[in-house]
């Protein structure tokens, strides 16, 4: 299936440009975290998170007063917001606190939550789930989820580094902590909690992205031994067109896919399905514009290795110098 017919686009003529927007978005985001901080979810700080299912719409003012009175500090520790479709009148309740992460402290935060309800008389209620996470826990799967991200970087830069060349590695990487820090910027301007669902995103959406650079890579590598006397930037400008198509046939499946999950998948899906389609979309950017361009800066936009190596163009030489005539010999003389 061709989508472009012989596509001949200058994607190195806009890297510069592609890199100050990239630069824009990730200073952005920075300043964002550093200001406003990224909301952990309950895996990651601790707490208590109750669903409720109403017979009727509740008034979601109504729930937070009522359990504010049971909840020291409730505005910014306590969080009261509308679950999954509001036809089915659901609330989720979340308190990050927990008291002892042992024996039946572990649930006397939901108990609190259903007898506060009780006495504020809102409305029949029952409770349809419940997940609790005691501090403890919460710290070690955010010292894992670190780790798993930080190895896989790794991991990375050492394949590319012997699958290819060392200076592809530092491209694909330098292309995927780009997509990382972009992604965080979007979950901090949307405000969407950091969840072990969103680590599983940002893990897939790292392989997803190593994988269309790394198709990139391997066609620049073939052009490399074809186009020998080309110069750097025109091979990788060649080897960008030539997978396009593909590029866009897979990114377009995989970002139709998550916008499904994201607008069917329900409430739980929401921050994955987000950090998917974010994902995606940086994701192929950066294997276009970054990765490509990190490679020409390492290698230099002159010619190829394999150029510099070849015999070079002859060049007119110089005017050839009149020759004195040779003497006739004895037997010449004699005839």
Same mark, same amino acid.
């Given at each position: 299936?061709?989508?472009?017919?012989?596509?001949?686009?200058?994607?190195?003529?806009?890297?510069?440009?592609?890199?100050?927007?990239?630069?824009?978005?990730?200073?952005?985001?920075?300043?964002?975290?550093?200001?406003?901080?990224?909301?952990?979810?309950?895996?990651?700080?601790?707490?208590?998170?109750?669903?409720?299912?109403?017979?009727?719409?509740?008034?979601?003012?109504?729930?937070?007063?009522?359990?504010?009175?049971?909840?020291?500090?409730?505005?910014?520790?306590?969080?009261?917001?509308?679950?999954?479709?509001?036809?089915?009148?659901?609330?989720?309740?979340?308190?990050?606190?927990?008291?002892?992460?042992?024996?039946?402290?572990?649930?006397?935060?939901?108990?609190?939550?259903?007898?506060?309800?009780?006495?504020?008389?809102?409305?029949?209620?029952?409770? $349809?789930? #419940?997940? +609790? *996470? /005691?501090?403890?826990? @919460?710290?070690?799967?955010?010292?894992?989820?670190?780790? &798993?991200? =930080?190895?896989?970087?790794?991991?990375?830069?050492?394949?590319?580094?012997?699958?290819?060349?060392?200076?592809?590695?530092?491209?694909?990487?330098?292309?995927?902590?780009?997509?990382?820090?972009?992604?965080?910027?979007?979950?901090?301007?949307?405000?969407?909690?950091?969840?072990?669902?969103?680590?599983?995103?940002?893990?897939?959406?790292?392989?997803?992205?190593?994988?269309?650079?790394?198709?990139?890579?391997?066609?620049?590598?073939?052009?490399?031994?074809?186009?020998?006397?080309?110069?750097?930037?025109?091979?990788?400008?060649?080897?960008?067109?030539?997978?396009?198509?593909?590029?866009?046939?897979?990114?377009?499946?995989?970002?139709?896919?998550?916008?499904?999950?994201?607008?069917?998948?329900?409430?739980?899906?929401?921050?994955? $399905?987000? #950090?998917? +389609? *974010? /994902?995606?979309?940086? @994701?192929?950017?950066?294997?276009?514009?970054?990765?490509? &361009?990190? =490679?020409?800066?390492?290698?230099?936009?002159?010619?190829?290795?394999?150029?510099?190596?070849?015999?070079?163009?002859?060049?007119?030489?110089?005017?050839?110098?009149?020759?004195?005539?040779?003497?006739?010999?004895?037997?010449?003389?004699?005839?």
């Amino acid at each position: 299936m061709h989508i472009f017919n012989n596509p001949n686009y200058d994607f190195l003529r806009w890297r510069w440009h592609a890199m100050i927007v990239s630069w824009v978005l990730i200073l952005a985001g920075l300043f964002a975290i550093y200001t406003k901080g990224i909301p952990k979810g309950v895996e990651f700080a601790g707490g208590t998170v109750v669903i409720l299912k109403f017979d009727q719409a509740a008034s979601i003012e109504q729930v937070r007063s009522a359990l504010d009175k049971s909840f020291q500090g409730g505005g910014e520790n306590l969080q009261v917001q509308a679950y999954d479709d509001p036809s089915l009148h659901e609330v989720m309740v979340r308190v990050p606190q927990v008291g002892a992460e042992s024996g039946g402290a572990l649930s006397s935060t939901r108990k609190t939550i259903e007898d506060a309800l009780q006495k504020a008389n809102i409305g029949h209620f029952t409770v $349809a789930g #419940t997940e +609790i *996470v /005691g501090p403890a826990v @919460g710290q070690e799967l955010r010292t894992k989820g670190l780790w &798993a991200t =930080v190895l896989s970087l790794i991991g990375i830069l050492a394949y590319l580094a012997f699958r290819f060349q060392f200076s592809f590695g530092v491209g694909a990487v330098v292309a995927t902590i780009h997509d990382l820090l972009i992604t965080l910027a979007f979950l901090a301007f949307f405000r969407y909690d950091m969840s072990l669902n969103v680590i599983a995103a940002i893990l897939t959406m790292t392989g997803y992205s190593t994988n269309d650079t790394i198709v990139i890579y391997d066609r620049i590598r073939e052009n490399l031994r074809s186009m020998r006397r080309d110069s750097l930037n025109h091979v990788i400008n060649v080897s960008v067109n030539q997978t396009l198509g593909r590029t866009v046939i897979t990114s377009g499946t995989a970002l139709l896919t998550a916008l499904a999950l994201f607008f069917f998948g329900g409430e739980v899906l929401h921050g994955f $399905a987000f #950090t998917m +389609i *974010v /994902g995606i979309i940086t @994701g192929t950017y950066s294997s276009v514009f970054i990765a490509a &361009a990190i =490679v020409s800066f390492w290698r230099g936009s002159g010619p190829t290795r394999a150029a510099a190596h070849a015999p070079a163009v002859s060049t007119p030489s110089a005017p050839p110098q009149p020759t004195r005539r040779a003497k006739p010999t004895r037997k010449a003389r004699a005839s």
